[in-house]
């Protein structure tokens, strides 16, 4: 092994690319463009689906941070208090403040029924908002398909969240969606013993499950059915300075003492488990479509350079008879197999950098829970690109030794 051996090798691959078929160099080349945005974009979809769903929750419901009652408790205790802290903290923005209890919906109540035909009516989670302080969170507003947004102070309007409505459910998701409901329906709500007449306004249908299934009333009106006139919450929502941190907001507000009355997460934090259950299946199967994908792209420039190695093997011995050494040549293929990885990295990564990413910014794929955006950073493409490399590397090495290493008077007599 030696630097002159290793210029030999680089002047033999050079000149292999620029006298051999141009047409086979692009096709090689597209091919481990196409292995590299494999390996890159299809993890980055797959991690990008919980991302969204994540950023989805955090938009539509949750906010930066949530508030919510501790265990032991039915509301957020001292619920002022809190609420001052919270605005006190650096970074906040906005905040909504809910009440959420479970109730009932029933709709078609003035209609004949037919024997042992059951009342029109759902279990959900009523929410009482403040509609304005609501629209500044989550832009609840944007997410009306039918009929109208909640106006300041409407105590007799109601918002439905479209997973209760018939026509907005399939299959068994909600067995028993209500029927015939529309904006200016009538419909009866139950919060325990206390029921009153509300008027849809509109129906409501994001991508967050706690929206859609969520029926939304003024929440003046509602703690009078509660009669409840302690001044505390169930929920409060908080929106952050944009570039905040929200874990670090989270604990600015235990440290100042609301940890002893509510309990205080991130939005992430407030799925729980269930989220990094799927980040990690995604993980999984994104590393297992990768691994095929390198398993592609080795097999085809291991059958290239064989091809290569076979086709010039006359070519390769009298290279050795005029004491070329076998490692210079060797060095050749290696390189011929770099440049081959190499390119197909470098127009790879201009395409996710320049292409790819930007699209899915500005347009995220309309997945039913989700939308899907693409999670990749510079360092899951330099861990890819490594790996192509190497896997490359190798599977030229392979074919490339075993022709190299023939004897030197039967590969020149083409035996």
């Given at each position: 092994?030696?630097?002159?051996?290793?210029?030999?090798?680089?002047?033999?691959?050079?000149?292999?690319?620029?006298?051999?078929?141009?047409?086979?160099?692009?096709?090689?080349?597209?091919?481990?463009?196409?292995?590299?945005?494999?390996?890159?974009?299809?993890?980055?979809?797959?991690?990008?689906?919980?991302?969204?769903?994540?950023?989805?929750?955090?938009?539509?419901?949750?906010?930066?941070?949530?508030?919510?009652?501790?265990?032991?408790?039915?509301?957020?205790?001292?619920?002022?208090?809190?609420?001052?802290?919270?605005?006190?903290?650096?970074?906040?923005?906005?905040?909504?403040?809910?009440?959420?209890?479970?109730?009932?919906?029933?709709?078609?109540?003035?209609?004949?029924?037919?024997?042992?035909?059951?009342?029109?009516?759902?279990?959900?989670?009523?929410?009482?908002?403040?509609?304005?302080?609501?629209?500044?969170?989550?832009?609840?507003?944007?997410?009306?398909?039918?009929?109208?947004?909640?106006?300041?102070?409407?105590?007799?309007?109601?918002?439905?969240?479209?997973?209760?409505?018939?026509?907005?459910?399939?299959?068994?998701?909600?067995?028993?969606?209500?029927?015939?409901?529309?904006p200016g329906s009538r419909v009866l709500v139950t919060l325990g013993?206390?029921?009153?007449?509300?008027?849809?306004?509109?129906?409501?249908?994001?991508?967050?499950?706690?929206?859609?299934?969520?029926?939304?009333?003024?929440?003046?009106?509602?703690?009078?059915?509660?009669?409840?006139?302690?001044?505390?919450?169930?929920?409060?929502?908080?929106?952050?300075v944009p570039g905040s941190d929200p874990s670090r907001f989270a604990?600015?507000?235990?440290?100042?003492?609301?940890?002893?009355?509510?309990?205080?997460?991130?939005?992430?934090?407030?799925?729980?488990?269930?989220?990094?259950?799927?980040?990690?299946?995604?993980?999984?199967?994104?590393?297992?479509?990768?691994?095929?994908?390198?398993?592609?792209?080795?097999?085809?420039?291991?059958?290239?350079?064989?091809?290569?190695?076979?086709?010039?093997?006359?070519?390769?011995?009298?290279?050795?008879?005029?004491?070329?050494?076998?490692?210079?040549?060797?060095?050749?293929?290696?390189?011929?197999?770099?440049?081959?990885?190499?390119?197909?990295?470098?127009?790879?990564?201009?395409?996710?950098?320049?292409?790819?990413?930007?699209?899915?910014?500005?347009?995220?794929?309309?997945?039913?829970?989700?939308?899907?955006?693409?999670?990749?950073?510079?360092?899951?493409?330099?861990?890819?690109?490594?790996?192509?490399?190497?896997?490359?590397v190798i599977a030229g090495f392979i074919p490339a030794r075993r022709?190299?290493?023939?004897?030197?008077?039967?590969?020149?007599?083409?035996?």
């Amino acid at each position: 092994m030696s630097i002159d051996a290793i210029k030999v090798g680089w002047f033999l691959a050079a000149r292999q690319i620029t006298r051999g078929s141009a047409w086979s160099t692009i096709l090689i080349g597209a091919i481990m463009t196409l292995t590299f945005l494999n390996v890159v974009v299809v993890r980055g979809v797959l991690l990008g689906l919980p991302e969204g769903a994540i950023t989805l929750y955090e938009r539509q419901y949750a906010g930066q941070v949530i508030v919510t009652p501790l265990s032991s408790n039915r509301s957020i205790e001292r619920s002022a208090s809190v609420r001052a802290i919270i605005a006190d903290t650096p970074g906040f923005v906005a905040m909504s403040e809910r009440l959420s209890v479970g109730g009932s919906v029933e709709a078609n109540y003035d209609r004949p029924r037919r024997g042992s035909e059951l009342p029109d009516r759902v279990v959900a989670d009523i929410a009482g908002i403040d509609a304005e302080a609501e629209q500044r969170i989550t832009q609840l507003a944007s997410y009306v398909v039918e009929g109208e947004y909640l106006a300041e102070g409407d105590r007799t309007g109601i918002l439905i969240g479209s997973q209760l409505i018939d026509r907005y459910t399939f299959g068994p998701i909600v067995s028993n969606a209500l029927e015939d409901v529309y904006p200016g329906s009538r419909v009866l709500v139950t919060l325990g013993e206390n029921t009153r007449e509300f008027t849809v306004r509109g129906i409501i249908t994001s991508k967050v499950g706690e929206v859609d299934r969520r029926v939304y009333i003024d929440r003046t009106t509602m703690r009078g059915m509660l009669a409840r006139t302690d001044g505390n919450v169930d929920e409060i929502a908080i929106k952050l300075v944009p570039g905040s941190d929200p874990s670090r907001f989270a604990t600015a507000l235990v440290s100042a003492g609301v940890g002893e009355l509510a309990v205080v997460q991130t939005a992430r934090e407030s799925l729980g488990q269930f989220i990094d259950d799927i980040v990690a299946t995604f993980d999984i199967l994104s590393v297992l479509i990768g691994a095929i994908g390198l398993m592609v792209a080795a097999i085809t420039i291991f059958i290239v350079i064989f091809i290569n190695a076979l086709s010039r093997s006359r070519q390769i011995g009298i290279l050795k008879g005029i004491g070329i050494s076998e490692f210079a040549i060797q060095c050749s293929y290696l390189f011929l197999s770099v440049f081959y990885a190499a390119s197909g990295i470098v127009v790879g990564w201009l395409v996710v950098t320049f292409a790819i990413a930007p699209y899915l910014d500005q347009n995220p794929i309309d997945f039913p829970f989700s939308d899907g955006v693409l999670s990749v950073t510079t360092g899951d493409m330099l861990a890819s690109a490594s790996l192509i490399v190497v896997a490359t590397v190798i599977a030229g090495f392979i074919p490339a030794r075993r022709i190299i290493a023939k004897n030197t008077i039967a590969a020149i007599l083409g035996r």
